[in-house]
């Protein structure tokens, strides 16, 4: 291994073990930049990302679902509940008909954080020179309102006078709404870090060019086919 003063990069023989090393200066830096859009909030990207994930699972929000969609083990999940609940994000609450099972519910200052985070922050973040969000989040969050609405309707429905008779139909709509709105803003989210991967990438790109580049010549130094003979073979 021989280290690259002028991109502060060590470079291996190993083209694999190189590209390991590249995407793993990547994600510290794409993740180093999201902790610092969130610290005038005062929490983490995992915090923010287990909120949104609770807010999209809705009751199905458990520590073990929690584990599979956000690929941590299940006991990194407790004890990061454990510390939000501490600080009441979240609770956790018993299941009435399985009492061994917990689920993880949003409490309402879980709520008004994702709520500062997702409105006027959204709103600013749209309208100013940053390229996320943009259509994607834009149109989803668009699509999340308009499932708000139409769960509104179906919620006023249910206990409006004269349709007693059908109060089940309309609490079936109104759930399934809720369900459409909390996939569209798990999508928000979704598109917001995928944009900001793809940015930053791409800013980051000529560094990593740079790094490739100089990796490569000093695999073409220490490689045998360097040798004069060999050299000549090739013409």
């Known amino acids: 291994m021989?280290?690259?003063?002028s991109s502060k990069y060590y470079s291996d023989d190993d083209s694999d073990?190189?590209?390991?090393?590249?995407?793993?200066?990547?994600?510290?830096?794409v993740f180093r930049a999201r902790e610092k859009e969130l610290q005038r909030y005062g929490v983490s990207p995992e915090q923010v990302g287990l909120l949104f994930v609770v807010q999209a699972l809705?009751?199905?929000a458990t520590p073990a679902a929690i584990s599979r969609h956000i690929i941590?083990?299940?006991?990194t999940v407790s004890a990061l509940v454990d510390r939000m609940a501490k600080r009441g994000l979240v609770k956790k609450v018993k299941d009435l008909d399985r009492k061994n099972l917990v689920r993880v519910v949003m409490t309402e200052k879980g709520k008004k954080l994702l709520t500062d985070m997702s409105l006027k922050a959204f709103m600013d973040e749209t309208a100013s020179e940053s390229p996320a969000p943009g259509g994607g989040s834009v149109s989803s969050y668009i699509g999340a309102l308009g499932a708000a609405l139409g769960t509104m309707v179906a919620n006023l429905s249910a206990h409006k006078r004269g349709w007693d008779d059908r109060w089940e139909e309309f609490s079936a709509w109104a759930e399934k709404g809720k369900d459409i709105q909390n996939k569209l803003l798990f999508l928000v989210e979704e598109d917001l870090c995928s944009e900001c991967v793809i940015q930053r990438g791409l800013r980051f790109e000529q560094g990593c060019a740079a790094r490739l580049r100089e990796a490569e010549q000093v695999r073409e130094r220490k490689s045998p086919a360097s040798q004069p003979w060999q050299a000549l073979g090739r013409g």
């Open 72 to 75: 941590r083990q299940p006991h």
């Open 58 to 60: 809705g009751p199905k």
């Open 2 to 5: 021989e280290y690259i003063e």
């Open 17 to 29: 073990q190189d590209l390991w090393l590249l995407l793993t200066h990547t994600r510290y830096a």
